[in-house]
């Protein structure tokens, strides 16, 4: 009738708490694969002089692969979800 997508607009707020849910999930992980990698408990700060280029970027590029896959799984398993409980892809 307005031109909006109900599906978008009901699976807005399950999609901010999975949101949430992923942030926190992906942070766990991240730091539980950085010990099982590295020894180290936590990650090497960008702007911390004593460390060198090479730790720095490797925990970057860590850290962002491990929140894409788990930010990936949780937006798929919700519209998966979502879908089963409605009937309806959110994005349909």
Known sequence: MF???VNK?????VGLILGALAGV????AFRKAWTLTT?????????D???GWAPILFAAAMQGAIFGAVKAAVDR??????KKVTGEWPDD
Do not use: L, Q
Not at 25 to 28: D, E, P, R, V
């Open 3 to 5: 031109g909006v997508n």
């Open 39 to 47: 020894g180290d408990d936590e990650a090497p700060d960008p702007t």
């Open 49 to 51: 002089r004593r460390r």
């Open 9 to 13: 607009v009901i699976y807005k707020p």
């Open 25 to 28: 999930a992906a942070s766990t």
């Open 77 to 82: 398993g919700g519209a998966a979800g979502y």
